[in-house]
């Protein structure tokens, strides 16, 4: 529960931006929106986690690490996040 709380400090702050954007891309696409907002949110979430905790804010990686996250660790989490969204979005 506790990683899951940690993961969810992290995330948050991409929350908002990234799921705008896809919602954005996949409801001008027409007919295929769920597939479009789909197949945008991997690429999408981590171009916006690399702008956000790269290069905006790259001291935020010292207070997860310290937390027992370390960088790859959350790139890995939040891009897996990414992708089970995205199977739950084209197989629904």
Do not use: D
């Not at 310290?66 to 939040?78: A, E, P, R």
């Amino acid at each position: 529960m506790k990683s899951l709380h940690i993961f969810w400090l992290f995330y948050k702050r991409l929350l908002i931006p990234v799921w705008g954007v896809c919602l954005l891309i996949g409801g001008t696409s027409g007919e295929m929106a769920g597939q479009t907002l789909a197949s945008s949110i991997i690429p999408i979430g981590a171009l916006f986690h690399y702008f956000v905790y790269v290069l905006r804010y790259p001291e935020e990686y010292y207070f997860f690490y310290n937390l027992g996250w370390s960088k790859q660790k959350l790139w890995v989490f939040t891009l897996c996040f990414h992708a089970i969204i995205c199977l739950l979005i084209t197989t629904l």
